[in-house]
């Protein structure tokens, strides 16, 4: 199992981060396993460049202005839906019981902020894995 995702080829990801700190640290993380990282600052940067360009993970902020996490996946689920087992949810703050709720439902991973190196990437290898399975 972990060698067969370690031995996982490059991917093209999407990052939606409104914080420029936050995005650019992804950013470099992502960079340096190897994938081309896209980033988008809201919700509907991200849905402009999903319909410009196929990305294979999705790693998006649940609150931002101008288009929410949520928001982005729903419409991921519509009108992208591989794609939306290919979604990972970061958040800064305790989540909301309506967020809460949302996260329970569609079973999408959660990353805490401040990130953890090793945290990401475990949950980027996991996302890609499970997708490679299909």
Known sequence: GESAVRDLP??????????QMQAQLLQDILAEEGHEV??????????????????????????MPR???????EWIRRERPILARGVI????DTCEP??????????????????????????VRDALAGRTAV
């Open 10 to 19: 490059p991917a093209r990801l999407l990052v939606v981060e409104d914080e």
């Open 38 to 63: 896209c980033v988008a600052c809201s919700g509907e940067e991200a849905i402009s460049r999903l319909r410009e360009k196929s990305f294979d993970l999705v790693i998006s902020d649940i609150r």
């Open 98 to 123: 309506r967020v809460e709720a949302f996260i329970k439902e569609t079973g999408v991973p959660v990353i805490a902020k401040p990130y953890r190196l090793q945290v990401v990437i475990a949950a």
């Open 89 to 92: 949810f970061t958040t800064g």
């Open 67 to 73: 288009g929410s996490g949520i928001h982005l996946y």
